[in-house]
Every structure is written in structure tokens, then in C-alpha cells.
């Protein structure tokens, strides 16, 4: 019965009832969801506050706020894996969705092979982040590798790629582009495949410049999609691991150490827990920041171009 039956009928008490019936049958699911995302986050919680070692022989310390304490001392790792985390982001984010974008206005128009092409541009999307790792360590490798051999051609050679701290993380970033660009390409060509054609026909009526409809009417209407792309990879890209820990483990030295490495290395291989779980809670912090960060932007983005 719908609420404007109840009201007619006077049966106030059946709309009640049929409300208790439907929170009853989603109780479950929400009570199950809900402690399942809240234990995890209430246990590191704890778990920053502690000293551990991760054996039964030595139960948790309570040490308060010493591990957060020392996170942020001057020249920390933490401090020095936050910053090569927000930079790793922001480079390859920026670029996938810039190239992304580009690659998809070239793709927009239909022409012969297109689906050929699309498909093949997906492949590095499907293949496994340790894959793509390993296959670039053969690439780039000093010895075997095809990457310097290139170089060897046009008279530079001794380059070490992966080994060299001062060049490691930017090819990290490299993997990072040529693997995840096309998934950028894949949401921006759906966004503008389902542009509607009308406001684009009457602004070349209008004499519009393709310069003038792409900045008043395909930015603006592409903004929502574009956000949402950036958000989704932003997320993506923060919590980069795999290819990370495949390639460099974090060096050489500390070089491509991210925060994700580095909590992991905390805790399974220097058995400090505690100390993990706080580097994890500080990455939560900075992840919500960003996050937050980039919503309050997206708002005044819209604002301006409504």
C-alpha cells in the first residue's frame, strides 16, 4: 500500500510496519558491512598506540602517541615515503588523464580499425601489475635489456634506469603511465561518446571556433566525468604497490620507498607492528586530505563554469 493510500485510508500504522519489514531483511547485510569495514580501522587503531613484534611470547605495549611522535621527526622515512607518495601520484595521475584525454578525442570519431586499436590499447589494463613489472625489469635492464641498447644507438650508455636513485621513481612513474593510461582513455572516450551533438551543431552555426567549443562546451560538460576519472586513479594510484615492491623494493637506498612499502617493510620485515599500523593511519589521514582537497575544488569548478 503506498503512503498516499495510507493517508486516505487512515492507516497510519501500516506505513510503519512496512518500514520495520524492509530494515529488517537490510539489518543484516549492514550490521555484517559495517563491522567489517569498522574492526579493521578500530584495530589499527589500536594497534598504532602499541608496541609489537607480532609473537605471543611478547604481548602489544601500550607506548601512547611514540610512534606517531616519530613519524613526523625531521628528515623521517615516513616523512621522506609521504612526499615520494604525493609525487608519484600527482605525476602519474596528471599525466594518464591528460594523455588519456587526448588519445580519446583522437578515438571519438569513427574510422577504419578503430575496434582493433581500442583493443589493443587495453592490454596493458588486463595484465597483472607484477607482469608488467617484471617485463619491464627486462626492458630496462642494464645488462639484457632492450632499453639501453636503444640508447646505446644514439651514443648514451651506462645509464642504470632502475638503479639509479636519482632516476628510479620517475621510471616507476613510466610503468605507471603506460600501464594505466588506457583505462583513463576507456572512462574519457565513454564520457564523450555520450556527449549530445546539439550544443555542438548550433555553436558551429554560430561561427564557434573548435578551439571555442572544446573550452565552453565540451570542458565544461565533460568536467563531471573528468573528476571522477581523476578521483578514481588518484585512489588507485596512492595505494601503488605492486609494482613497486616487483621492480625496486623500495631502493635503491630509499629512493622509491612510497608509504605503502614502507608500512609493509615495517611490519613483515623489521616485525615492528605497531609502528606499521600508525604509518598506515597516517596514510589514511593524507588519503581523506587529497580526497577532500580535490572534492572542494571539483565544487568550485562546477560553480564557476555553471
Given amino acids: 500500500m503506498t503512503t498516499a493510500a ?7 500504522g501500516i506505513a510503519a510496519q512496512e518500514r520495520r519489514f524492509r ?14 569495514v569498522a574492526f579493521p580501522i578500530v584495530y589499527t587503531l589500536y594497534m598504532s598506540t602499541t608496541a609489537w613484534s607480532g609473537t605471543a611470547l611478547n604481548p602489544p605495549r601500550f607506548t601512547g602517541f611514540e610512534n606517531f611522535a616519530a613519524l613526523v621527526e625531521p628528515g623521517s622515512r615516513f616523512l621522506g615515503a609521504a612526499g615520494r607518495t604525493v609525487l608519484f601520484t600527482a605525476v602519474t595521475v596528471v599525466v ?26 587495453l592490454i596493458p589494463v588486463v595484465l597483472t601489475p607484477v607482469a608488467v613489472a617484471m617485463a619491464w625489469m627486462l626492458i630496462l635492464d642494464s645488462g639484457i635489456g632492450l632499453a639501453p641498447r636503444i640508447l646505446e644507438l644514439v651514443g648514451i650508455s651506462g645509464h642504470q634506469f632502475l638503479s639509479d636513485p636519482s632516476a628510479a621513481l620517475g621510471w616507476l612513474m613510466v610503468i605507471d603511465v603506460w600501464q594505466w ?11 564523450l ?18 578551439l571555442q567549443r572544446f573550452f565552453h562546451i565540451t570542458v565544461p560538460l565533460m568536467l563531471p566525468v573528468m573528476f571522477s576519472a581523476i578521483m578514481l586513479r588518484l585512489v588507485d594510484s596512492l595505494k601503488t604497490f605492486d609494482i613497486i615492491y616487483a621492480t625496486t623494493k623500495g631502493g635503491p637506498g630509499f629512493a622509491t620507498e612510497t608509504l605503502n612499502t614502507y608500512a609493509f617493510v615495517q611490519a613483515f620485515e623489521y616485525t615492528n607492528f605497531g609502528s606499521s599500523a600508525s604509518v598506515v593511519v597516517g596514510f589514511i589521514l593524507i588519503v581523506v586530505a587529497i580526497t577532500a582537497s580535490l572534492a572542494i575544488v571539483q565544487n568550485r569548478a562546477e560553480a564557476i563554469l555553471r
Avoid: N, W
Fill in 193 to 210: 561518446t555520450a556527449l549530445p551533438e546539439e550544443p555542438f551543431e548550433a555553436a558551429e552555426v554560430d561561427g564557434a571556433s573548435p
Fill in 96 to 121: 594518464e588523464v591528460a594523455v588519456g584525454y587526448v588519445v580519446a578525442l583522437a578515438l571519438r570519431k569513427p574510422f577504419r580499425g578503430d575496434g582493433i586499436v581500442r583493443t589493443i590499447a
Fill in 6 to 12: 495510507v493517508r486516505a485510508t487512515g492507516k497510519p
Fill in 181 to 191: 593510461t588506457p583505462m583513463m582513455v576507456l572512462i574519457l572516450l565513454a564520457g
Fill in 23 to 36: 530494515i529488517s531483511f537490510l539489518l543484516p547485510a549492514l550490521t555484517v558491512s559495517l563491522a567489517l
